[in-house]
């Protein structure tokens, strides 16, 4: 394990806050069409048979979220009353499993990890015998793990980042899988009401400008904003707004994303107050795009329906339709019902939550099929011990968003499900220092009715590699259609922290889909409490998904040349 501390480079990475709205751009552009004669580009005696090659994978890149920080830094009045009385640690880990016999060209290295504009790389050496595992230490910035073309399909390759603050405005653990930049991203979770602060951060790890426009939803509908929605993230570069300036007092959040001209990483920092008692802070990250069908895990300790601290699915129908969505809501001993939730109504363009509460403490999936396209996400909640000498005795909290993932639509449940065919790799983990983590393993059956018992088991391996890479156990998983099974992480590292997971599924790939992440916790637990009970700091890891390869392709040579792309 190598440990470094990540160090800024200030001249060259600029982050912009923006606390009055958003900055629009205008681009112009012009294409010549230019018309060419039928034969031009044959190729006399070209043969026209068919040849079947093996793709390697394309370049990939993931990017990890910057530490958490205030939208205002400025210290006022007391330092016992400032909303940053302790420094917030923030840790990086990347990991690689596999690949050791890809090598790159001459002093060329396959996999490195770098700050957004690709400078000081710090190399990560494939190991064939287990995971190579990099942790960084004092990140001050956004990471990106840079993977090379050409790596064999099986290698997995995932990071993550946690920034813990036990103290102040940003009490809690925000903690994410580093995430592939995209065109397009839908963020579900946060708010921007009073006492709550929503940054969107954009950040830009290519080589050319990206413009952005964004579109929020709130509980009134589609949101006016005032700043008009687009801004321009340079490359290299990250991106700060306050939400709440351009959408300001909205209780529910949806956000979508889009950019042109290159791709970008997306996701909010949320963080609330209720006065000076801090009600947590956590990264919301983009989850499933519009479908009919999303799933998310969650984790219950009990609550009451009408508690605030209760787990609650949020769910928005961003097109012109209204619809029903279904909820169906998967335990540890099968299928258990939502006491007055189980059929939510969707008005277009209106961000609704629905409580889970009223549930068993244990950890759950959540399915949500609906009429028509959602987006959804969840959150749950931790309380801490009550803040000395407060004359209400009030009670911070933390609170972890959930993002979605998507899973076939019921009425085709016999389908293998996009993104799974042909591989059982069905993603990987990496685990941050100084965490305590429980895997959540949800068996979603591909035929959910009210008329007849889910059958099959979902079948796999979780692989459970320690920070020296070296490969500390595995464990075969048998969790029934319509459940959900929880692992502690150090019981599968044999009483080591492991800092890598991956789940691979078994050979037959039309039973249930397994949906899984890692509750993450950390701090002190309640004074009270059993020992060994976990931290009041929570957030949530989901799995990095394998790299996208066109595996065996077809070639055919034809009469006509190509224009290059």
Not at 108 to 117: F, H, K, R
Not at 278 to 286: A, I, N, R, T
Not at 361 to 386: I, K, L, N
Request: hydrophobic share 40%; glycine share 14%; net charge negative.
């Amino acid at each position: 394990m190598t440990t470094r501390s990540a160090r800024p480079h200030p001249l060259l990475r600029r982050v912009a806050t923006i606390g009055t709205g958003l900055v629009a751009v205008a681009l112009t552009g012009a294409v010549a069409a230019v018309g060419l004669p039928d034969d031009f580009g044959t190729v006399p005696g070209a043969a026209a048979d068919v040849e079947q090659i093996e793709a390697s994978t394309p370049e990939r890149t993931l990017v990890c979220p910057a530490p958490v920080r205030l939208a205002d830094s400025a210290q006022v009045g007391d330092a016992q009353f400032g909303a940053a009385p302790v420094e917030t640690a923030t840790v990086l880990r990347a990991g690689v499993v596999g690949g050791g016999s890809t090598t790159g060209a001459p002093g060329e290295t396959p996999v490195t990890l770098t700050g957004l504009e690709a400078l000081d790389a710090a190399p990560l050496e494939p190991d064939d015998a287990g995971a190579t595992v990099v942790s960084l230490a004092d990140v001050s910035e956004g990471q990106a793990l840079r993977v090379g073309a050409g790596m064999p399909v099986d290698t997995r390759v995932a990071a993550a980042v946690a920034s813990t603050t036990t103290a102040g405005d940003l009490r809690g653990l925000a903690a994410a899988s580093c995430a592939t930049p995209d065109i397009d991203h839908w963020l579900v979770g946060g708010s921007t009401e009073v006492g709550s602060s929503a940054q969107l951060v954009l950040q830009n790890p290519g080589r050319t400008p990206a413009t952005v426009r964004i579109e929020v939803w709130g509980p009134g509908g589609q949101v006016v904003l005032s700043g008009g929605g687009q801004y321009l993230v340079p490359p290299g570069e990250e991106v700060v707004t306050l939400v709440e300036a351009a959408a300001p007092e909205q209780r529910r959040l949806a956000v979508r994303v889009e950019s042109t001209g290159g791709t970008v990483a997306a996701y909010l920092q949320h963080s609330t107050l209720a006065g000076l008692v801090p009600l947590g802070v956590d990264y919301v990250v983009p989850g499933a795009a519009p479908s009919l069908s999303t799933a998310v895990g969650f984790t219950s300790s009990g609550e009451a329906v009408d508690d605030a601290l209760a787990p609650q699915v949020r769910l928005l129908a961003p097109g012109a339709e209204a619809g029903t969505a279904t909820l169906t809501v998967y335990g540890a001993d099968g299928r258990v019902r939502v006491r007055g939730g189980e059929q939510v109504e969707l008005s277009p363009g209106v961000v609704t939550d629905q409580s889970l509460g009223g549930l068993p403490a244990g950890s759950y999936t959540v399915v949500v099929d609906a009429t028509v396209p959602v987006v959804a996400g969840a959150s749950e909640a931790r309380a801490g011990d009550a803040v000395e000498d407060s004359p209400s005795g009030a009670v911070p909290v933390d609170r972890a968003w959930i993002a979605s993932i998507p899973v076939a639509a019921a009425a085709t449940g016999d389908e293998t499900p996009a993104g799974s065919r042909g591989t059982h790799d069905r993603g990987t983990v990496t685990l941050v220092p100084g965490t305590s983590s429980l895997v959540r393993v949800g068996a979603v059956p591909r035929e959910r009715s009210d008329d007849s018992d889910p059958t099959g088991a979902f079948r796999g391996t979780l692989r459970a590699y320690g920070p020296d890479g070296a490969l500390l156990g595995e464990k075969a998983l048998d969790v029934p259609a319509g459940s959900t099974a929880t692992f502690d992480a150090a019981v599968l590292g044999a009483g080591t922290e492991p800092a890598v997971l991956t789940l691979d599924a078994g050979e037959d790939g039309t039973g249930p889909e397994p949906v899984w992440s890692v509750l993450a916790t950390a701090g002190a637990p309640l004074t009270g409490a059993p020992e060994g009970a976990p931290g009041t700091l929570v957030s949530v890891l989901l799995p990095v998904p394998p790299a996208e390869s066109q595996g065996s392709v077809d070639v055919r040579a034809t009469r006509t040349a190509g224009l290059p792309g």
